[in-house]
């Protein structure tokens, strides 16, 4: 007999069920449990069990090429999908509880009728069968767990050239798959945790601001309860890229000693050692023949000939006040390289980009590129502007027989750009500049010539000059190499000993048609041009030449066609489908690259073309049947548009949209963007809030926080726990500077200076902390407002408060937390 039969024979027939019913059911609760935590897993990591995703999948059906409308089916899918998981995970605690409860009843019922002795026995035993019962299904779930997070994996459907791995170390797939991804891929971010409400509110109170005065606080009520909804139902939401981002956040952390970048072409992932990426910049800036060390930072040397050139111009009358205050800065930084990995070529070298963002002559950069932009306007004879422009002169082109097409390309052409060559080319061509400006040749070639000696960088502290060329990175090298190209084109070509019946150029890449003998008579032409400025050729391969992202074909005939090509180095990774990135978005890119390739294709192409294209959508996740309605719809509504007739010769004036953000929230972002759209004369654009971007590596310089502008700033007291909390356009060094000068000789000027004065109490300006940085003058003085309104200890006067509405009380009270920097 067995010990339940044993039970009934001593203590009766009732004892007996009643612990067979307890035995019955601490097994069902084991399970339960294993059950519960697996749905929870699930929910955590943003993973559906598969028989949710069974039972919602006719949902994607509903996906059209209208933007709009996938939008409500991709949220109408997330919401349900979350809210069955979310009542299968309560269903389960609640059976949790009444098995508890039912198993608490039995037990305090069996201490009546079973001895304490065997009860405990029983317990004991009980308890082994639950470990053991919750062993062996933990062990079932979770694998069944691995599938599932393997399956999700493999339907975000990277492809293994979208990273390239130089080092060593092992990465893990989940890593593998968020990086691959590249750096503009979007995750849906959470709030408060990965954007603080405070930002999403200062981008709401700007689009705001621009509405009448009797409709703002109506529009704050409405956009208030839309983001405070918002955040308390998303507590419980969570996404699997979220997942991903998180897991290779924590890799990252642990593994500083990698650099994760983008490669120098082909929109490819590389991960290289600090050690590598060092000895290849180090190998790179050792060039004495372009680089040179400096003993200190120039930055401030050239601020101050650059306000001089400024002064210059407007004391002589060639700019006004305005361009003036445009062109002069008093918070210069200096230029930061950074270098991008060529993974196409042997080694591996780095290209050099140096950023001149915020430097010293950025916008007399500008300036000069906007005249010389438009004085060559028609200078260009052989330049084209895109491959639509290339597309319509060369298809169906007949070539002259014996001939064939090669492409020039012309080797680091920036970088070999001499100041003479530039000057030179200015003073032949100085009646096309003078016509489009009244400044002097001397003083614009002054101009010039200052640009070129200001090509300077920091790389890891040292500060170093670029002796020679253009710099990559710099906003006239774009300008100079277009001009000097031309220059270049319209003197080699009446040197050539034939007649050149196709002759294109784009920036550095030319396309050629000359006879078949005689590439090398041609190479030798445009190689003694300039001695800095050298070419390679590249010859037909199947009687066709790539040039842009199209190949010249020679057919039948001699007869020229053109196909869509992608380079050998292209990935063919584009916008993925799961990003987060606005259905319109998406929609538009699959369209205009369909578009763009039924444009530039000739028709005995135009299939194989399309087919291609379909086969790298769905290689970045889209669904083909999503990507077949777009060509459909394309296809069904290209029509010529027909100009209609004007009834009126009345011109109505013109009304300019003011460009607004928001960031791309879902299903957030929606809403708001409802409300707000009663605002006239507004477009708003949507930016990704939380990017795989995040994970890449800083190569450049980290700017120090004294050189930092537009930002809010935090100072603490040093003789009590006060602080003052502002915000500064300028240069954080010189706002501090006229801190320390208000507080001995201004003391009303601001709070800190009338609490230093009062008190006689310091503060540690060399403590000062940077809160965030917003380059928006209302965002930040939001911003500024927020902060202070957190700080309990501020000491800030309270009309710097007073812009700050009431109706944000208690949605900016549940975000504590700094802002993130950007």
Known sequence: MGFFDDVGLAYGRTASEQMRLWAHLNTKLARLACRRNFLLHCRTTGILPRHIVQNIKCLTNLLSDDAENNRKVSLFNKKISTRILNMEISFTIKKINNFSSTLEYLKTELLVLVPTSILERFYISQNRSYKKVFSNNKKLLEKKFLALKK?????????????????????????????????????????????????????????????????????????????????????????????????????????????????????????????????????????????????????????????????????????????????????????????????????????????????????????????????????????????????????????????????????????????????????????????????????????????????????????????????????????????????????????????????????????????????????????????????????????????????????????????????PTSSGRYIHYSSNHSWAMKTNLIKGMFRRIKKICHPDFLHNSEEKLLKIFENNGYPRMFLNRCLHSLTSDQVDEVPQIRTSTLVEPATHDKYVSLPLIPPLTGKLTKILKEIENIKIAKYNPLVVGVLFSQTKDRIHTMSRSDVVYRIPCENCESVYVGQTSQCLKRRISIHKSDARLRPDRCALASHSSSLDHHFKFDEVEILCTNSNYNKRSFLEMCFINENENNINKKTDLKNLSVVYSYLLSLDRRPSRQT
């Open 151 to 567: 399956r999700k994996i493999q339907s975000i459907q990277i492809r293994d050239e979208w990273l390239c791995n130089l080092t060593t170390t092992q990465i893990p797939t989940e890593v593998k798959v968020i990086l691959s991804l590249g750096p503009k891929f979007g995750v849906a971010p959470l709030p408060v945790k990965d954007i603080p409400i405070k930002n999403i509110v200062a981008d709401v109170e700007n689009i705001i601001n621009l509405a009448p005065i009797t409709r703002q606080n109506i529009l704050r009520a409405k956009c208030t309860n839309a983001i405070t909804n918002f955040v308390h139902n998303s507590k419980m939401t969570h996404n699997f890229e979220h997942y991903l981002l998180t897991n290779a956040r924590r890799f990252v952390k642990t593994h500083d000693d990698l650099v994760i970048t983008p490669a120098d072409k082909g929109n490819i992932t590389v991960i290289l050692s600090t050690e590598q990426y060092e000895q290849k910049m180090n190998q790179l800036l050792q060039d004495s023949s372009v680089y040179k060390q400096l003993r200190r930072d120039p930055t401030n040397e050239f601020q101050c000939k650059n306000n001089k050139i400024v002064k210059q111009l407007k004391d002589k009358g060639f700019i006004d006040a305005s361009m003036a205050r445009k062109l002069t800065t008093y918070k210069a930084i200096p230029p930061r390289i950074y270098g991008l990995p060529k993974v196409h070529k042997a080694d591996i070298p780095l290209r050099p980009i140096v950023s001149t963002i915020g430097s010293a002559s950025v916008e007399l950069s500008q300036f000069m590129t906007q005249i010389l932009t438009e004085a060559f306007s028609d200078f260009h004879d052989y330049t084209i502007a895109d491959s639509f422009q290339f597309a319509s002169k060369i298809n169906n082109f007949i070539l002259p027989q014996g001939y064939k097409l090669i492409s020039l390309d012309a080797v680091s052409l920036f970088t070999n750009i001499s100041l003479e060559l530039v000057i030179q080319i200015i003073q032949q061509e100085w009646s096309r500049v003078s016509q489009v400006t009244t400044i002097d040749i001397s003083l614009f070639l002054i101009i010039i010539k200052f640009l070129f000696e200001s090509s300077y960088f920091v790389f890891k502290g040292s500060f170093i000059s670029q002796i020679f060329g253009c710099a990559m990175g710099s906003k006239i090298s774009p300008i100079l190499a277009n001009i000097v190209m031309s220059v270049l084109l319209k003197y080699c070509i009446p040197l050539l000993p034939f007649q050149v019946p196709i002759t294109y150029q784009y920036v550095d890449d030319l396309l050629l048609a000359i006879p078949e003998d005689r590439t090398a008579t041609t190479l030798a032409v445009f190689n003694n041009y300039d001695p800095h400025i050298k070419f390679t050729a590249e010859e037909e391969t199947e009687n066709g030449v790539p040039f842009l992202d199209t190949k010249a074909i020679r057919c039948a005939g001699n007869i020229v066609k053109l196909d869509w090509y992608q380079k």
